[in-house]
C-alpha cells in the first residue's frame, strides 16, 4: 500500500457521540438513485483518461468536485440503465398491486429493450414491441452516452438471454453491477429473491458467470444497507451469502469474484477513515480498473469502507459526516486510470442506499443533469413499494 501527496481527499471527520436516525426507505431510494448519478457524471467527465491525465488536468489531487470542471458533466449509460431497471421493476410490481402477475424478468428485458432504441440501435424486429412509458418521454434519456458493447449486441440479437441459455456467453463487463442497484430497494424480499431477480437481469446481455454473480452480490449489498445494516456487515454478508445459500444448486461462486471482493475488504480494513489509503495507481493493480464486473464492484466497496468515518451498523453522524464521507468515496472512485463512472456510479448507489438522501452534497446536485427525472423514477418506485 501506498499514498502519493495530493491524490487523495482527506478522510471524513470521526464520528462523534450522537447519531442520526435511520432513513426512511423512500429517502434511500431517493439516495441511491442521486447518488449513484452524481457519482456516475463525475466520473464520466474522466472515463478514459490515465491518472496521469487527470492529475495534468485537475492537479495532484485529482477531480474533486464539479466545480473543476469547465461544463456540465452529463451522466452516462450507467444512470440511464439504472432508470431502465427501476422502470421494468416499477412496472412488475404495478402488475402485482392490481393482482396481476407479471414476469418480471421479461418486464426488465422490455425495460431494456426500450433503451436499446434510445441508442439509435435498431430494435430486432423478432422482439416484443411495448407501449411507451413514463421513462421513454424523457428526452434526456435519449442520448448516446458510451454504452457497454455488451449491453448492446446482448439486447439487439431479439433473444431473451437467461442463465442456462446466455448471450455473450464470456462477457463480464460490468454493465451488469452498474444498473443493478434497485433490485436491492424493493423491500420485503428475501435475498435469495433479490440475488435471483439480479442475476437473471444479468443474464440478458452478460452470460459469464462473474457478471451475474457481481451484479447479484451488489444488489445484495444494496438491499442490506436498505434494511439498516452497517456498510461493512452489508459487504461481508452479500459475499458469505454468495459463498453459500443464493446460487443455483449446479452453480459455485467464480473464483475472481470473490479474491476481489475479499482483497476490497482486506484492503479497506486495514485504516478505514485514516486518509491513508491506496494510491491510484495501487488500487488498480490491487483490485483492477474496473471495466470487468467484479472490479467495479470490488474499487467500489473499497473507496466506500476505506473513507468510512467509523464502523458499525449506525448511520454516521449527521448530514455533515455523512456528505464528507460521500465526497472523500466518490474522489477515490474517480481518480484512477479505469472505468471511473462505473465504480464512482456503484460507489455512489451504495452511500445514497445507506445514508439516504442528506449525504448527498447540495452543489452536486444543483450541477446533476435532469435531477427531476430521477427524483421521479425514484417518487414512482417509492410510492409502489409504500416507502
Known amino acids: 500500500?501506498?499514498?502519493?501527496?495530493?491524490?487523495?481527499?482527506?478522510?471524513?471527520?470521526?464520528?462523534?457521540?450522537?447519531?442520526?436516525?435511520?432513513?426512511?426507505?423512500?429517502?434511500?431510494?431517493?439516495?441511491?438513485?442521486?447518488?449513484?448519478?452524481?457519482g456516475d457524471s463525475l466520473g464520466y467527465a474522466v472515463e478514459f483518461d490515465s491518472i496521469s491525465a487527470i492529475r495534468a488536468r485537475f492537479g495532484p489531487a485529482g477531480l474533486q468536485d464539479f466545480s473543476a470542471l469547465d461544463a456540465a458533466s452529463p451522466f452516462s449509460d450507467d444512470t440511464q440503465m439504472t432508470l431502465y431497471t427501476a422502470d421494468g421493476l416499477l412496472e412488475a410490481?404495478?402488475?402485482?398491486?392490481?393482482?396481476?402477475?407479471?414476469?418480471?424478468?421479461?418486464?426488465?428485458?422490455?425495460?431494456?429493450?426500450?433503451?436499446?432504441?434510445?441508442?439509435?440501435?435498431?430494435?430486432?424486429?423478432?422482439?416484443?414491441?411495448?407501449?411507451?412509458?413514463w421513462i421513454d418521454g424523457q428526452d434526456v434519456l435519449?442520448?448516446?452516452?458510451?454504452?457497454?458493447?455488451?449491453?448492446?449486441?446482448?439486447?439487439?440479437?431479439?433473444?431473451?438471454?437467461?442463465?442456462?441459455?446466455?448471450?455473450?456467453?464470456?462477457?463480464?463487463?460490468?454493465?451488469?453491477?452498474m444498473r443493478s442497484a434497485p433490485f436491492g430497494l424493493i423491500p420485503h424480499?428475501?435475498?435469495?429473491?433479490?440475488?435471483?431477480?439480479?442475476?437473471?437481469?444479468?443474464?440478458?446481455?452478460h452470460g459469464h458467470p462473474a457478471a451475474r454473480q457481481s451484479a447479484g452480490v451488489f444488489s445484495l449489498v444494496i438491499h442490506a444497507l436498505a434494511t439498516?445494516?452497517?456498510?461493512?456487515?452489508?459487504?461481508?454478508?452479500?459475499?458469505?451469502?454468495?459463498?453459500?445459500?443464493?446460487?443455483?444448486?449446479?452453480?459455485?461462486?467464480?473464483?475472481?469474484?470473490?479474491?476481489?471482493?475479499?482483497?476490497?475488504?482486506?484492503?479497506?480494513?486495514?485504516?478505514?477513515?485514516?486518509?491513508?489509503?491506496?494510491?491510484?495507481?495501487?488500487?488498480?493493480?490491487?483490485?483492477?480498473?474496473?471495466?470487468?464486473a467484479e472490479e467495479a464492484l470490488a474499487v467500489a466497496l473499497y473507496a466506500v469502507l476505506a473513507t468510512a468515518p467509523g464502523t458499525g451498523t449506525e448511520t454516521a453522524t449527521g448530514a455533515g459526516a455523512a456528505e464528507a464521507h460521500f465526497r472523500a468515496?466518490?474522489?477515490?472512485?474517480?481518480?484512477?486510470?479505469?472505468?471511473?463512472?462505473?465504480?464512482?456510479?456503484?460507489?455512489?448507489?451504495?452511500?445514497?442506499?445507506?445514508?439516504?438522501?442528506q449525504?448527498?452534497?447540495a452543489g452536486w446536485l444543483a450541477a446533476l443533469e435532469a435531477p427531476e427525472v430521477i427524483r421521479g423514477m425514484a417518487s414512482r418506485l417509492a410510492a409502489v413499494t409504500g416507502s
Open 359 to 361: 449525504c448527498l452534497p
Open 93 to 133: 410490481l404495478e402488475w402485482a398491486n392490481d393482482g396481476v402477475s407479471a414476469d418480471i424478468n421479461a418486464c426488465l428485458w422490455l425495460a431494456y429493450l426500450r433503451w436499446l432504441g434510445t441508442q439509435g440501435v435498431a430494435v430486432p424486429a423478432s422482439a416484443p414491441v411495448q407501449p411507451p412509458r
Open 189 to 205: 424480499l428475501e435475498p435469495e429473491t433479490v440475488y435471483k431477480l439480479s442475476s437473471d437481469a444479468a443474464s440478458l446481455t
Open 1 to 38: 500500500m501506498s499514498t502519493e501527496p495530493g491524490t487523495t481527499p482527506a478522510p471524513a471527520p470521526a464520528p462523534g457521540l450522537s447519531h442520526s436516525p435511520a432513513p426512511a426507505h423512500g429517502s434511500r431510494i431517493h439516495g441511491c438513485l442521486l447518488g449513484g448519478a452524481l
Open 228 to 292: 439498516g445494516r452497517g456498510l461493512r456487515e452489508a459487504a461481508e454478508s452479500a459475499l458469505g451469502q454468495l459463498r453459500g445459500g443464493v446460487l443455483r444448486r449446479d452453480e459455485g461462486p467464480d473464483a475472481d469474484v470473490v479474491a476481489r471482493l475479499e482483497a476490497a475488504l482486506r484492503l479497506a480494513g486495514d485504516r478505514p477513515g485514516s486518509g491513508d489509503w491506496l494510491s491510484p495507481e495501487d488500487l488498480v493493480r490491487e483490485l483492477g480498473e474496473g471495466w470487468v
Open 329 to 357: 468515496a466518490i474522489a477515490v472512485a474517480v481518480n484512477h486510470s479505469g472505468d471511473s463512472d462505473s465504480t464512482a456510479s456503484i460507489a455512489g448507489n451504495i452511500l445514497g442506499a445507506y445514508y439516504g438522501e
Open 142 to 177: 435519449k442520448n448516446r452516452r458510451a454504452p457497454g458493447n455488451a449491453c448492446l449486441s446482448g439486447l439487439a440479437t431479439g433473444e431473451m438471454g437467461t442463465v442456462k441459455r446466455p448471450v455473450n456467453p464470456e462477457s463480464k463487463g460490468c454493465g451488469t453491477v
